[in-house]
């Protein structure tokens, strides 16, 4: 288990509170690379944008999909504390992928300038998120972590790209099965259905179908499964082209973003019950309109059932596969990344019928 603010010194809660708003920032910032610069370009060239249907966004929804062009897949994980050579056999970084100029300067296309020198891999710096933006498109992740040479100072850098995340599957579901006390000492002690069922599981833990789960996202949920055992708070973010969504795992569980049609007679209840005006919504959350509906950003936050958190009496129990792990906690309509004075407005959308729309 992490260690919560009130086990730390008062120096760590400092720290902690550094990593809590710049993470918080990076995700904002995310948003815009994400979402609203690729949904302008879309408008400012005439694409049609792939809208996520909200019942894409259902725990252990099974849909299989291509990838979208329109999309910018990648993989980020950013850590309160840095990651010891111990880690290195399953999270893959090195000196040979580290942020220089000589192992930048292999990957086609990164153009190197003077801010580079100065220290642009460090999260302070104003050209940051321009630097983050353009190694987002290499493939494979980027490792955010603290500057263990500057101890004294709460320092972040993006330390390394090309990081590949190496844990077997079958060692997280294991790991997942150990904390949730369906198994206590190895996958198969009960046998090849519920080692397989864990396994199915541990894609349901984290918010995906086995069967529909590609190969980037797979890797971030084992990525979110083994950074647990290392100390200080670790936060996953994964882009999917193909669910053309951005979900994050952090201490706080699972939470997912993506942009939707909002249907406009629904959005004026919203409008309303918010007691805001419709321009007010269409200039702090609407990115864009049609004739019948509102493009906002959807942000979803799900919750772990009874059968996806431990036990609260520890003893060992058996697994059910018709049982759920994931359950949606709460849905809103995000604000623009401009509008900083406006809140989420809350809403049921993914669960509605078709009656109801």
């Given at each position: ?206 918010g995906w179908h086995h069967q529909a789960t590609g190969g980037r996202r797979t890797a971030a ?137």
């Amino acid at each position: 288990m992490k260690k919560s603010r009130f086990e730390l010194s008062y120096l760590e809660i400092v720290r902690r509170s550094f990593y809590v708003f710049l993470r918080d920032e990076l995700e904002r910032r995310l948003r815009v690379i994400t979402f609203e610069k690729i949904y302008k370009q879309c408008r400012d060239k005439g694409l049609h944008y792939p809208y996520v249907d909200p019942r894409e966004m259902r725990p252990r929804k099974r849909e299989f999909a291509r990838e979208s062009t329109l999309t910018l897949p990648y993989i980020i994980i950013f850590c309160e504390e840095s990651l010891g050579e111990a880690h290195q056999k399953y999270i893959r970084f090195s000196n040979d992928n580290r942020i220089r100029k000589d192992t930048l300067a292999l990957v086609p296309g990164i153009q190197l300038n003077k801010p580079f020198y100065s220290g642009i891999k460090y999260f302070e710096r104003k050209a940051f998120f321009d630097f983050l933006e353009t190694l987002i498109d290499v493939d494979y992740g980027l490792l955010i972590q603290r500057d263990d040479r500057y101890r004294k100072k709460n320092r972040y850098a993006l330390s390394h790209f090309h990081v590949k995340i190496d844990w077997p599957i079958a060692e997280a579901a294991e790991s997942l099965g150990k904390e949730m006390r369906y198994i206590s000492k190895s996958l198969y002690e009960k046998g090849e259905r519920p080692a397989a069922l864990l396994q199915d599981k541990l894609f349901e833990y984290y918010g995906w179908h086995h069967q529909a789960t590609g190969g980037r996202r797979t890797a971030a949920l084992i990525a979110a499964q083994y950074l647990k055992q290392v100390p200080g708070l670790t936060t996953v973010y994964v882009s999917s082209s193909e669910t053309r969504t951005l979900t994050r795992y952090s201490e706080k569980g699972v939470a997912r973003y993506a942009i939707i049609q909002l249907d406009k007679d629904y959005a004026h209840q919203i409008i309303e019950a918010n007691r805001i005006t419709p321009e007010a919504f269409r200039l702090g959350y609407a990115l864009g309109e049609s004739e019948g509906f509102y493009d906002v950003m959807l942000f979803v936050i799900y919750k772990h059932t009874e059968w996806g958190q431990p036990p609260v009496d520890g003893k060992l129990r058996i697994i059910k596969p018709d049982f759920n792990w994931l359950a949606v906690e709460s849905e809103m309509i995000l604000p623009l990344s401009t509008a900083f004075s406006s809140q989420p407005l809350v809403l049921k959308w993914i669960y509605r019928s078709e009656k109801e729309k």
